[in-house]
């Protein structure tokens, strides 16, 4: 590992460490409360920083990581209920209404769509890559 | 008139790891991940602000290549040999001090330059990027 300093180095570190802990324990019902240390001038300003550097508040940001760890899952197919919990929500209605937000339809809708995607693929797969690839790496053969 | 790119090819010694290394570490998204005929992957990655530009990573070891080509690109790839682009980050010390703390090899660290700050770094098979906070 090279290490150079620039300046803040130890408040960059901490931000990464409060942004990693989310991703690392967004299943379990975490306090961010605490996430801003005594590295930080004040909690403000560290919510502040981590907002410009990663475009949401730690709060958000929690948000976000678990309902793009709920759309991979719901992508592979589990059932909405057990994806819900597994990823931190704690009530159906409050990770329906999130999810509707951010995807634009419900999770249902969204397991639906993938699950005829994947039929899609499984069916006709060079429909979904640029045909001068399949033609080169001999897939056009078959 | 030419009016974008949407697809690069990243060549890589190993598909799965590549897909670990791309994903869980730059954090990039998955755009296609078809299987092909004859137990081929298509797969591409996209930097997570930008999915039009899809990065092809293909194996070295796909058959467009004879054996020779095949062991002179690993040769070369393990080498870094390819400089295959340059990633722009809006902060880029955090972007160092996460990837850094995923265990991704930096061979420079962010050093003020006239353009603005660059860092590079190597995949895990070998290739080289430019990580770069623009002035």
Known sequence: ?142 | MITKMTHVSIYVLDQGRAYDFYTNKLGFKVITDVPMPGGDRWLTVSPPEQPELELILSPVTRTIFSKESVKALTELIKDGAFGVGLFTSNDIFATYEELNAKGVVFTKVPKKEFYGTEAIFKDDSGNWFSLAQLN
């Not at chain 1, 570190?13 to 306090?31: G, H, M, P």
Request: aromatic share 16%.
């Open chain 1, 1 to 142: 590992m090279i290490n150079e300093p620039y300046p803040k180095i130890y408040l960059y570190r901490r931000l990464v460490q409060a942004k990693l802990f989310i991703d690392n324990n967004y299943a379990d019902n975490i306090d961010l409360d605490n996430i801003a240390d005594e590295a930080w001038f004040s909690k403000f300003h560290f919510i502040r920083k981590f907002k410009s550097t990663y475009r949401y508040t730690p709060h958000q940001y929690l948000t976000y990581v678990r309902l793009e760890k709920a759309m991979e899952l719901l992508k592979a197919g589990l059932p909405v209920s057990s994806v819900c919990y597994s990823v931190g929500f704690e009530s159906l209605s409050s990770f329906s209404r999130l999810f509707k937000r951010a995807a634009g339809i419900t999770p249902s809708e969204y397991i639906a769509r993938h699950q005829k995607i994947k039929a899609h693929m499984a069916e006709s797969p060079l429909t979904f890559i640029p045909g001068c690839f399949a033609s080169r790496n001999g897939w056009l053969k078959n």
